[in-house]
C-alpha cells in the first residue's frame, strides 16, 4: 500500500496556504493534526489574553491618576462644580509639592496661610502637583496608604530619587502619621530624618521630603479650599 502523501511533512504536493494581514504574512503547512482553524483560535486566544493584560495595566494607571493631578486642574474642575461642595466632597487630607510652593519670581506672590515667608508666585502654585492621600480600591496593606515609585502604591510619585514602596501614611483616630519604610534615600519630617518603621505625627503644614530633593506639604481641605479661592481671584482679575 501507498503512503498517503500528506503523511510525509516534505512532501511537495502539500498544500501551502498564505494569507495577508496588514504587514504579516502567515505560512501555514497543513500538518495532519493541526488545521487552519486550531491556529487561528489560538492565536485569537493569544490576542485577547495579551490585550486583557493591557487593559488592567491601563486600569491600575488610571485609578492610580484619580489620585494625583496639577493645583491648577484641579481648581478648574472645582470651581466649575462649585467650591461650596468641595469641602464636604473631599473629606481628604492631602500632599502639595512644596517647591512650588517655596520658590518665588519678581512678581505676582502668593502668602501661604499660616504666615512666613514662602511664596509662589500663581503660576508656580498652580503648576505643583497635587495628591489625595485615599485609599485606592483593592490597594495593598488595607491599613496604610502608601507611597512610591510603583504604579501600584495609592500615592504613585515617578521619580528615580524615590523607592519602589518608600513610605506610608496611616490615620489614627484624627491624627495623621506618615513611617519611611526602609526606603533608600529615606523620609523626613520638617527636615528631621524618620526611623525605618516609626511612625511621625503629622502636623497641617508640616513638611515632608521623600529623599532630601522631593517634598511636599501635608494640608487638609480647608487649605486646598484657600487654594482654589486664590485661583479663583486670580482668573477673576486676569478676566479683567
Same mark, same amino acid.
Given at each position: 500500500m501507498t503512503d498517503r502523501p500528506d503523511k510525509n511533512p516534505w512532501d511537495p504536493t502539500r498544500k501551502l496556504d498564505v494569507e495577508v494581514r496588514g504587514d504579516l504574512v502567515k505560512r501555514t503547512l497543513f500538518f495532519p493534526k493541526v488545521n487552519r482553524e486550531q491556529i487561528l483560535k489560538q492565536e485569537?486566544? $493569544?490576542?485577547?489574553?495579551?490585550?486583557?493584560? =493591557?487593559?488592567?495595566?491601563?486600569?491600575?494607571?488610571?485609578?492610580?491618576?484619580?489620585?494625583?493631578?496639577?493645583?491648577?486642574?484641579?481648581?478648574?474642575?472645582?470651581?466649575?462644580?462649585?467650591?461650596?461642595?468641595?469641602? =464636604? $466632597?473631599?473629606?481628604?487630607?492631602?500632599?502639595?509639592? $512644596?517647591?512650588?510652593?517655596?520658590?518665588?519670581?519678581?512678581?505676582?506672590?502668593?502668602?501661604?496661610?499660616?504666615?512666613?515667608?514662602?511664596?509662589?508666585? #500663581?503660576?508656580?502654585?498652580?503648576?505643583?502637583?497635587?495628591?489625595?492621600?485615599?485609599?485606592?480600591?483593592?490597594?495593598?496593606?488595607?491599613?496604610?496608604?502608601?507611597?512610591?515609585?510603583?504604579?501600584?502604591?495609592?500615592?504613585?510619585?515617578?521619580? #528615580?530619587?524615590?523607592?519602589?514602596?518608600?513610605?506610608?501614611?496611616m490615620k489614627r483616630g484624627s491624627d495623621w502619621y506618615v513611617a519611611d519604610s526602609g526606603s533608600t534615600n529615606g523620609t523626613f519630617v520638617d527636615n528631621k530624618p524618620l526611623e525605618a518603621t516609626v511612625p511621625r505625627k503629622l502636623e497641617v503644614d508640616s513638611i515632608i521630603s521623600f529623599s532630601e530633593d522631593l517634598s511636599y506639604r501635608f494640608v487638609d481641605n480647608e487649605k486646598v479650599l484657600g487654594y482654589l479661592l486664590f485661583f479663583q481671584s486670580q482668573r477673576d482679575f486676569d478676566a479683567g
Amino acid at each position: 500500500m501507498t503512503d498517503r502523501p500528506d503523511k510525509n511533512p516534505w512532501d511537495p504536493t502539500r498544500k501551502l496556504d498564505v494569507e495577508v494581514r496588514g504587514d504579516l504574512v502567515k505560512r501555514t503547512l497543513f500538518f495532519p493534526k493541526v488545521n487552519r482553524e486550531q491556529i487561528l483560535k489560538q492565536e485569537a486566544k $493569544e490576542a485577547k489574553d495579551a490585550k486583557d493584560a =493591557e487593559d488592567a495595566v491601563d486600569k491600575e494607571v488610571t485609578e492610580t491618576d484619580r489620585n494625583a493631578t496639577n493645583l491648577r486642574d484641579f481648581a478648574e474642575h472645582w470651581l466649575n462644580v462649585g467650591c461650596d461642595r468641595f469641602v =464636604e $466632597e473631599n473629606p481628604y487630607h492631602f500632599l502639595i509639592q $512644596e517647591s512650588m510652593l517655596t520658590r518665588s519670581t519678581s512678581s505676582g506672590y502668593f502668602t501661604m496661610a499660616g504666615g512666613g515667608t514662602k511664596e509662589a508666585s #500663581p503660576v508656580e502654585l498652580f503648576s505643583a502637583m497635587l495628591y489625595r492621600l485615599v485609599k485606592k480600591t483593592k490597594g495593598s496593606f488595607p491599613h496604610m496608604i502608601t507611597v512610591g515609585r510603583a504604579n501600584n502604591n495609592d500615592v504613585f510619585i515617578k521619580d #528615580p530619587l524615590i523607592s519602589k514602596f518608600h513610605a506610608y501614611f496611616m490615620k489614627r483616630g484624627s491624627d495623621w502619621y506618615v513611617a519611611d519604610s526602609g526606603s533608600t534615600n529615606g523620609t523626613f519630617v520638617d527636615n528631621k530624618p524618620l526611623e525605618a518603621t516609626v511612625p511621625r505625627k503629622l502636623e497641617v503644614d508640616s513638611i515632608i521630603s521623600f529623599s532630601e530633593d522631593l517634598s511636599y506639604r501635608f494640608v487638609d481641605n480647608e487649605k486646598v479650599l484657600g487654594y482654589l479661592l486664590f485661583f479663583q481671584s486670580q482668573r477673576d482679575f486676569d478676566a479683567g
